[in-house]
């Protein structure tokens, strides 16, 4: 895996917190990363099959015979 730098501008405070629970180390940053691009992915596919469903029902709707 190719490794980037990221340099992010964050309220201290939000640091201090990150800091005192020990998250600001490269593996624990990408777990989070990753934990919440996963969360993300799986709301867009539900949307899309809620989405798809919705307009199956409609044609159904529409065109009881199909």
Do not use: C, W
């Not at 309220?11 to 624990?28: S, V």
């Not at 949307?47 to 199909?66: D, F, G, L, W």
């Amino acid at each position: 895996m190719d490794l980037v730098e990221l340099v992010v501008k964050v309220p201290k405070a939000y640091l201090d917190d990150a800091e005192d629970f020990g998250m600001l180390d490269p593996e624990t940053i990408a777990q989070v990363l990753r934990e919440e691009l996963d969360e993300r992915i799986m709301r867009f596919v539900d949307a899309e099959v809620k989405a798809h469903r919705s307009e199956q029902r409609a044609s159904r709707e529409i065109n009881p015979s199909e």
